[in-house]
């Protein structure tokens, strides 16, 4: 017989080791992989602060991004020595001799149909291997004297000109191509070409953003994240400057001219010449202030040297494989770095506009100063452009080295073990209290991922698909932790609020209510928290209605004094002082009942007893429901991030201009998202009560399961079995249709019940559902009051704003037609999965599906965005979605056809009603209703 005491142990003991296992394979440092150049200090490098994608980044997350892009991994092993490199020494290696890698096989090339392509007489390949060289795929030389890439294999070659043409059409390049099996070349194609322009331009360090520019227009107008104008200048740039003259690089071209305008010397040349040869690399009409720049040239050049002599003693300490040597040169040039950023910080800010024809410029003044246009300087663009301070990218090296959301889906996994063996074993309560402190460990481990990534981009993190899905689980674990908790934590929490109530109240008050208005003490307390809420309610409805800020969602006084008038504009503006005198009323004194329930809810532990085990107990339901659906969202979001970064990316980059702004991003984006948490919860409750539907222990009226004989398990799987059968469920579904709107009535006359569980679970989903709704209806609310701030409408019908309102009418189909007795235990349970759908097509298909069947319509075939919130487009992941929701959907068919089976066809319809006794319906306790 099994000893579950010792199971329960060994299974402890095996997940502590899985988890650690897991997370050695997952950090990213590795540090027990063989290193090229063993003992060296990569921290000074790593933590250089670089410009990318519009924001400001460590070159430790810059290189693993790049490394895994070229690579396909964030570590490369050499196929030939062995050797594996991390991301941020391969990426030095790439610049520090840019010649020897291009012998190295290090572009990711494993499709045997594309290998077979570029196997030429020049160039052979095996069929068989993951990586392939750059004089694998060109002829170097040849490329260098016309200045074009020349490949070996022709077929390639036109392949890279049929996708640059397709390109310009708005195809995919898995479009291209007369039959399924070129398309998927050409794909694999262009992916291998990104590959290629990636490293060539990494070995140039042309896009190694490390200091702030000279380029007038950086820091006068603020600039797409996504616009080539860069804000700062490339360390290649720096070291490559000699070639300025062929290169777009205003900042170094305004240092490296001799002069500003042409002179009579041989040999010179000037500013005003590159900006004519360039053609639009810059207007001349703003010529004058890039001429400042250029009178910077002498002291900024000084630290230009100094930077490039410390860049080369770090590549002699490397190449002599010198430790100490390299540690010292690269803190030597990281300091050299942030010296050069403060002289071009001091000089950038001189670049103001100067005055009408105060410079002469000799035979082209009057040419210059007629067309001349002015650029005033922004200092919020300078700001948030500006060098940061010194370890201001130590956070995200935290991040980088613990990487929390790749192992956060184990501690979740874990906790789901313990709760199911606090299920079989004597010592539940023991059990119960571990599973429940794992639990709060993970959402703990969970919440300094957030934190991290908050600190980091300086945003509430759900602005992309991949953060959207962390966030969700982390709401759904948080969610089941709250509803387990409740027992412990309401009575406290119950009295801390009550105590917050107004003197008077027109509701009856209760016996404990009653004695708290006798006792001085209370009163005293209440006192004040009347005074501190009214001051909190008038200084809220200022700010959020007259403050000239960001923060302020709508007028105080209606839109009819000194205005054109209308019903739309009327209705919206009742929408939002009703928003915000209820937030501004309601949100002090939940703020006061939380700061007085630090002293209540300590102070009725006292009170706990067994029944208040009990109740925590029966609500492990909650933990099962809602652990799973965290844990398969943390692992999607790793899994997929990691093999489909375009579906969900977990690099932290720039955000759409309609999500930059941090108080709405965070009361509507961070509530709406947060509902889906609700609603997957309810979902996962769901689920759960199918399962149990399907091959959980039908009883006779009047027993319940813990009183009835256990059916073996093998017994109920071929119940089970025979309710897939085609006639049961053609009479289920005709049964479910036809008796909508009867609840359980039928329950009363059947010989035959459910597994008293799904009860139970049908009262948790209906409260989860509860809790979605009232965070759909205020995330969709605040989300038509930024509308109408951001683009000066409420509601116009986009498909986001459809979706979100179809996802809060089925939750509320479901709510009242259980309220009303329509809606049945099963009906319940199933409403919880079926309405998630809705949620699901708002969340992902919204932002990649409709842009795609968009694409289609309209003949790009490339996903396009449809309405102002499609803010996340993207593409993929499709068929698994559907496959997944057909599953679901085949679940909730064969659990309804097994109750069907059980409680209509086994029956023989004339038994009298039974009551049920009361252990088989418990009356809801008073914790389960808040």
């Given amino acids: 017989m099994l000893n579950l005491k010792r199971f329960s142990s060994l299974l402890i003991l095996l997940s502590t080791l899985f988890i650690t296992g897991m997370e050695t394979d997952n950090v990213r440092g590795d540090e027990g992989a063989a ?86 007489e020049n160039s052979v390949l095996e069929e068989k291997g993951t990586y392939v060289s750059v004089r694998d795929l060109m002829d170097w030389d040849k490329s260098m004297e016309q200045g074009k890439p020349v490949f070996w294999s022709e077929d390639f070659q036109q ?73 700062w200048v490339s360390l290649g740039a720096f070291l490559n400057r000699e070639d300025w003259a062929t290169h777009p690089d205003v900042t170094v071209a305004a240092l490296m001219a001799d002069s500003v305008v042409p002179n009579e010397e041989e040999g010179q040349q000037s500013l005003l010449s590159w900006v004519v040869e360039m053609g639009g690399v810059y207007p001349p009409a703003h010529f004058p202030q890039l001429a400042k720049a250029h009178a910077s040239r002498e002291e900024v050049l000084v630290g230009v040297k100094d930077l490039e002599e410390s860049f080369n003693a770090t590549r002699t300490a490397y190449d002599a494989n010198d430790a100490n040597e390299f540690s010292k040169a690269m803190i030597n040039f990281e300091q050299e770095v942030r010296r050069l950023a403060g002289v071009m910080e001091e000089k950038r800010v001189e670049l103001t506009p100067p005055e009408a024809k105060s410079m002469d410029f000799g035979l082209f003044n009057d040419q210059i100063w007629n067309i001349y246009q002015p650029l005033e300087i922004d200092q919020s663009v300078i700001a948030s452009s500006a060098y940061p301070a010194e370890g201001s990218t130590n956070w995200e090296m935290k991040y980088n080295k613990s990487q929390p959301f790749r192992s956060a889906w184990i501690y979740f996994l874990v906790a789901i073990i313990i709760t199911v063996l606090s299920m079989m074993v004597r010592k539940e309560r023991l059990v119960y209290t571990l599973a429940l402190i794992t639990t709060i460990g993970a959402i703990v481990y969970s919440t300094w991922g957030f934190f991290l990534r908050i600190v980091i981009s300086g945003r509430p993190p759900v602005t992309n698909m991949y953060e959207t899905v962390v966030w969700v689980s982390y709401v759904v674990a948080i969610l089941g932790l709250w509803f387990c908790l409740l027992p412990f934590l309401w009575p406290g929490l119950k009295k801390s609020w009550d105590a917050t109530r107004l003197p008077f109240s027109f509701r009856k008050s209760t016996p404990e209510q009653k004695e708290s208005k006798t006792d001085s003490s209370m009163s005293i307390f209440r006192a004040i928290a009347l005074l501190l809420q009214v001051t909190g309610f008038v200084g809220i409805v200022w700010f959020l209605t007259n403050s000239n800020t960001t923060f302020k969602i709508i007028d105080l006084y209606p839109p009819i004094f000194n205005h054109v008038f209308s019903f739309g504009e009327l209705g919206v503006w009742i929408t939002g002082i009703s928003t915000v005198l209820l937030s501004a009323w309601y949100f002090p004194r939940a703020v006061i009942a939380l700061v007085g329930g630090l002293i209540t809810v300590p102070a009725s532990f006292k009170s706990w007893n067994d029944q208040t085990w009990t109740q925590a107990f029966d609500r492990r339901f909650f933990l099962l429901g809602a652990l799973p659906v965290a844990c398969l969202g943390m692992m999607l979001a790793y899994f997929v991030g990691v093999r489909s970064p375009d579906i969900l990316n977990p690099r932290i980059g720039s955000i759409a201009a309609v999500l930059r702004n941090n108080y709405w991003l965070t009361i509507h984006v961070l509530t709406i998202v947060s509902s889906y948490g609700a609603g997957a919860l309810a979902w996962g409750l769901g689920n759960l009560a199918l399962l149990y539907y399907l091959v959980g222990s039908y009883r006779k009226p009047g027993t319940a399961t813990a009183g009835a004989p256990k059916e073996s398990f093998s017994s109920r799987m071929k119940q089970a079995k025979k309710a897939m059968n085609p006639s049961v469920v053609a009479a289920s579904l005709k049964k479910n249709v036809t008796g909508f709107g009867s609840g359980d009535k039928h329950l009363e006359t059947s010989k035959r019940r459910p597994p008293q569980e799904v009860s139970t679970l049908a009262n948790y989903t209906y409260k989860a559902m509860q809790v979605a709704v009232l965070l759909l209806a205020a995330g969709t609310i605040l989300g038509g009051l930024w509308a109408d701030v951001s683009w000066g409408r409420f509601w116009d019908w986009d498909p986001k704003e459809v979706w979100a309102l179809i996802s809060l009418l089925v939750y509320l189909v479901v709510l009242h037609g259980r309220f009303a007795g329509w809606v049945g235990t099963l009906g319940t349970n199933i409403g919880g999965v079926l309405c998630f759908n809705a949620i699901l097509m708002s969340w992902y298909g919204v932002n990649f599906v409709l842009p795609q069947i968009h694409g289609w319509l309209t003949g790009s075939n490339a996903p396009t965005a449809v309405g102002l919130h499609s803010y996340a487009t993207g593409a993929g992941g499709l068929e698994y979605v559907i496959a997944a929701v057909l599953l679901n959907l085949l679940l909730v068919v064969a659990a309804g056809s097994r109750y069907f089976m059980e409680t209509h066809l086994l029956d023989s319809g004339s038994a009298a009603a039974v009551p049920p006794s009361p252990e088989e319906e418990k009356p809801e306790l008073e914790t389960t209703s808040k």
Avoid: M
């Fill in 35 to 120: 290193s090229a150049h063993v003992d060296f200090d990569w921290s000074a490098w790593q933590r250089i602060p670089v410009l990318d994608e519009g924001r400001i980044k460590p070159i430790d997350t810059f290189a693993e991004e790049v490394v895994t892009l070229v690579t396909g991994r964030a570590k490369w092993e050499d196929p030939e020595s062995g050797i594996k490199y991390k991301a941020p020494e391969l990426f030095y290696a790439w610049i520090a001799d840019p010649e020897e890698w291009l012998n190295r096989k290090i572009l990711s090339c494993s499709f045997r149909p594309l290998r077979n392509i570029l196997n030429t």
């Fill in 159 to 231: 392949r890279i000109r049929d996708l640059d043409t397709a390109s310009k059409q708005e195809k995919q390049p898995d479009q291209v191509g007369d039959t399924v099996e070129d398309r998927r070349i050409n794909a694999k194609v262009a992916e291998l070409y990104k590959h290629l322009q990636t490293f060539l331009t990494v070995r140039e360090a042309r896009n190694l953003y490390i200091v702030p520019g000279l380029d007038p227009r950086t820091v006068t107008a603020a600039l797409n994240p996504d616009d080539r104008l860069k804000h």
